[in-house]
């Protein structure tokens, strides 16, 4: 089997459940710029030392492809989705917002804007977080144009956007404690 189709030489792509689509379309627009975070997210996971972190890193790009699944569905197809594939569920919002808040007891945070760059890995999951951003735009827009039939996809963009600005800083704190079990830096 070859990667090579031709069935995009024309501008069109496929949806995972909803048919061909161009290749901007608000769908395409979304998972695309959640891929690029994805891979942003490779990129600091092949940088990451801490083990820990670096698993923590894998498993969060496989939620984000339970995300593109959502966004790569077109408007009525969702049932489609839920038969063959996981969805964004609340359970997943809030352990996100569990890891931010225990975060945010463990790593001190700056007075000030956060310039990136601090460290390899900081600058990388800086990236990933400024993708998901976009991802998290795009998604809005499919929401307004009532392609979006779950709203914990924009609930979970949004948590993770505010995680991978506290890994970055926990990475750049040199603090390799596992989001699971904190301490207080001394």
Known sequence: MSITT???DTGETGLLYGGRVAKDDAHTE?????????????LA????????RAERLLALQRELFVVGA???????????????????????VDALHAEITAL??????PAGFVVPGGTPVGAALDMAR??????ERRAVSLQRGG???????????????DLLFM??????HGDTTPTGGHRRPS
């Open 70 to 92: 959502e966004l790569a569905t077109g408007r009525g197809f969702r049932p489609d989705l839920e038969r063959h594939f996981a969805v964004v569920t609340p359970a997943m």
């Open 6 to 8: 031709k069935g995009g």
């Open 45 to 52: 996971r092949a940088l990451e030392a801490d083990a820990q």
């Open 147 to 161: 392609d979006l039939e779950n709203p914990e996809v924009l609930r979970y963009l949004n948590r993770c956007s």
């Open 30 to 42: 979304a998972y695309g710029a959640l891929d690029e975070a994805i891979s942003a997210l490779g």
């Open 104 to 109: 945010e007891a463990a790593v001190p945070l």
């Open 167 to 172: 890994l970055a800083r926990q990475a750049e």
């Open 130 to 135: 400024t993708l998901v951003r976009r991802a």
